[in-house]
């Protein structure tokens, strides 16, 4: 499986964006598919996943602002994100695992897309 994350950008402190991952490949339906982030120091973070089923799990802080899903027609998972912060800025990665459940565990991630840079300013 091939990501492919796109939709970061430049965006104002209360502000939208919607970040694309468009996977290649046949079995997408099949993969649970999650987004981390990586602001600069710091360590890469769970975000938020979605199952293979469609089951959703998120991290506290952007409970209630950030909304993952996914069309298994298009090989496409999206995070929806909603009343923007400065403490959101980071780079965003899509990644895709196999499993019955949704981790946050990096590692156990087996496909990456490469970054796409969300800042938000104040």
């Known amino acids: 499986v091939q990501l492919q994350a796109s939709g970061g950008g430049l965006v104002q402190a209360g502000g939208s964006l919607r970040l694309s991952c468009a996977a290649s490949?046949?079995?997408?339906?099949?993969?649970?598919m999650g987004w981390f982030r990586q602001a600069p120091g710091q360590e890469r973070e769970f975000v938020a996943g979605i199952s293979w089923a469609g089951g959703t799990r998120y991290v506290d802080s952007v409970k209630g602002r950030f909304a993952i899903s996914r069309d298994n027609a298009k090989n496409t998972a999206y995070l929806q994100m909603n009343s923007l912060n400065p403490e959101d800025t980071a780079a965003y990665y899509c990644?895709?695992?196999?499993?019955?459940?949704?981790?946050?565990?990096?590692?156990?991630?087996?496909?990456w897309g490469q970054g796409t840079q969300v800042t938000v300013s104040s």
């Open positions: 490949g046949r079995s997408f339906s099949t993969y649970n």
């Open positions: 990644a895709a695992a196999k499993g019955m459940v949704i981790t946050t565990t990096r590692v156990l991630y087996d496909y």
